[in-house]
């Protein structure tokens, strides 16, 4: 089969390897049909995620269909669509005993720590695959966990109908927290330095944009608020800059959550965190999230594929990631589609 293989950094190649077996009884072998390109490929490709060993199959928003099935699966059959759910967990450690596998001490993600799906075939066990409706388009099947990310942060933040969110950051992150911050029936603002992704935004929802830097979002909330200010700030661009600002912008007992990985220290006075009596809530990943997300898909609340801005074949991988070096502005979300001709089936 031909798999997509980041050898070492900036080095990417479609690569021939074995089609993969089932090695389990719990294990589901997919045929995959589409595979969406996410800012966490792009850093393996430039080298910068620390978790990844070399050489490394990329790719964890999978959607495909069943071929086969171990002897002890009992939910899916070949012919179902499904949606991979990436993370693998011990279920032993403090966060999995939670309820939190997604920071499980143990973690590990399909197309980072171990092979993902930009690959014809993939094998992995039944939990971590999801069926969906039959006639779902394979790409909506494989965005649905970008989706679960919007939907985990909605959950950190604990929104509630009538909350007033603000979302810092309209790329393809930023977009799925607005539109799972819709369902919960928010009152949303997003920022963002580039019109189009602003322009976007407002079409899935988003009820005030803020273009920076022509437009202060303190300003622009505290106008709109009767100066409340946003009750949860969703901090999807995650510098040491913006987690300052979310601080400073959520109302008193508001709640920020922030979706980064930076490495710098954010110059906060803990008298904001006290005198607001601020939650701050990490959100990674996600637990627990695909049913509903997937509910919301099938009823068609949710449409993963809308914020869709480019299609690629497979093997036009090296094209597609050309496009997302040179005009990442422009570039919503990037799918890589596998075999059309399944598409219809």
């Known amino acids: 089969m031909r798999a997509i293989e980041v050898r070492k950094p900036g080095d990417i190649h479609i690569v021939e390897l074995k089609k993969p077996e ?17 800012g966490s490929d792009m850093h393996i490709y430039h080298g910068s995620n620390p978790f990844t060993v070399y050489p490394r199959i990329i790719g964890h928003e999978v959607g495909g269909i ?15 669509r499904v949606a991979l759910e990436p993370i693998s967990s011990c279920g032993v450690c403090y966060a999995c ?18 092979d993902g799906g930009m690959r014809e075939w993939m094998v992995a066990p039944e939990a971590n695959w999801h069926k969906v409706k039959g006639d779902l388009p394979f790409e909506a099947a ?5 989706m679960t990310i919007g939907a985990q942060a909605a959950y950190r933040g604990n929104i509630e109908p009538g909350d007033t969110v603000f979302i810092m ?34 079409q899935v929802g988003a009820d005030f944009t803020i273009h920076l830097p022509h437009e202060e979002p303190e300003a622009v909330l505290f106008e709109k608020t009767d100066g409340e200010l946003a009750n949860v700030v969703i901090d999807a661009v995650g510098t040491n800059t913006t987690f300052a600002e979310a601080v400073r912008l959520a ?8 979706l980064g990985f930076n490495e710098t220290p954010s110059n906060i006075p803990s008298l904001l965190l ?18 509903d997300v997937i509910r919301q898909v099938n009823e068609q609340k949710v449409d993963p594929a809308s914020i869709i801005s480019h299609r690629f074949d497979f093997d036009e991988v090296k094209k597609a990631i050309e496009l ?12 890589l589609i596998f075999d059309r001709e399944d598409e219809s089936k």
Do not use: W
């Not at 069943?66 to 179902?80: A, K």
């Not at 494989?142 to 970008?146: C, D, K």
């Open 22 to 38: 089932l090695e389990t009884d719990t294990d589901v072998l997919v045929k995959v049909q589409a595979v969406g390109i996410c």
């Open 274 to 291: 006290t005198k607001k009596e601020l939650t701050v809530a990490g959100s990674r990943l996600q637990t627990n999230q695909f049913p």
């Open 142 to 146: 494989a965005l649905v966990e970008p």
């Open 66 to 80: 069943v071929e086969e099935v171990g002897s002890g699966v009992h939910d899916l059959r070949p012919g179902d």
């Open 97 to 114: 005993k939670k309820g939190r596998p997604n920071v499980c001490a143990k973690l590990e993600v399909f197309g980072v720590h171990r």
């Open 251 to 258: 109302s008193v007992a508001g709640t920020v959550v922030t």
């Open 324 to 335: 997302l070096e040179k005009e990442p502005a422009n570039v919503r979300k990037a799918v």
């Open 169 to 202: 950051g309209a790329g393809p992150t930023g977009i799925a927290c607005l539109i799972m911050a819709k369902q919960k029936g928010a009152t949303v603002f997003i920022s963002d330095l580039q019109a189009n992704r602003l322009e976007y935004a407002k």
